[in-house]
């Protein structure tokens, strides 16, 4: 079965750091690009970012770029996302979701992050 | 405030057609593939139609995807009680969302 399992999620305090992991299984990691989606509570859907399949290249949505960072470990079929400098505004559940065919065709659990003091 | 536009809820009766609506512009929508996702509380989103109008496997052929211009529209018929999501509209560039449209299956 393909698998999405993200962790790391947590509460954390303004402008401190988390990192998020997410564990795929179940299909060629190293084939896909990746991506990171997250979703406020009681509000919609933001792309966060995401990386081609060599690690090589990343994107980001503008609220996030300078503090996260997006990366990959094909070795051990795993996705991260580095969170710095954390904001009420991060509040969120985040997924992890595989792209295909011009959208997100495979999504994790997801792993909330709250950030508050 | 999201990218692209929908309406934040419909309602229909069960059996019956809905139609759910997703404006948006050149910058997005008309340019770029389309692709609708489900939502249940608590869930992680589904995808349910990808480049405009193709179903996943195992996606029943009662939902639907068509986009014309600057807009696109989920179909779904013979609506059940448990079609009843939240379903939202993606545009590939930009990794774009709408906000999201809530059916309530009556």
């Known amino acids: 079965e393909e698998q999405l399992v993200e962790s790391g999620g947590g509460l954390v305090q303004p402008r401190g750091s988390l990192r998020l992991s997410c564990a795929a299984s179940?299909?060629?990691?190293?084939?896909?690009?990746m991506s990171w989606v997250r979703q406020a509570p009681g509000k919609g859907l933001e792309w966060v970012a995401n990386i081609i399949p060599d690690g090589s290249y990343t994107d980001y949505v503008d609220s996030v770029k300078g503090r996260f960072t997006i990366s990959r470990d094909n070795a051990k079929n795993s996705l991260y996302l580095q969170m710095n400098s954390l904001r009420a505004e991060d509040t969120a559940m985040y997924y992890c979701?595989?792209?295909?065919?011009?959208?997100?065709?495979?999504w994790g659990q997801g792993t909330m992050v709250t950030v508050s003091s | 405030q999201s990218v692209l536009t929908q309406p934040p809820s419909v309602s229909a009766a069960p059996g019956q057609k809905v139609t759910i609506s997703c404006s948006g512009s050149s910058s997005n929508i008309e340019n770029n593939y389309v692709s609708w996702y489900q939502q249940f509380p608590g869930t992680a989103p589904k995808l349910l139609i990808y480049e405009n109008s193709k179903r996943p496997s195992g996606i029943p052929d009662r939902f639907s995807g068509s986009k014309s211009g600057t807009s696109a529209t989920l179909g779904i018929t013979g609506l059940q009680t448990g079609d009843e999501a939240d379903y939202y509209c993606?545009?590939?560039?930009?990794?774009?969302f709408g906000g999201g449209t809530k059916l309530t299956v009556l």
């Open positions: 993606g545009s590939w560039d930009g990794k774009v």
């Open positions: 179940g299909f060629p990691f190293s084939h896909y690009w």
């Open positions: 979701a595989r792209e295909v065919h011009y959208a997100f065709e495979i």
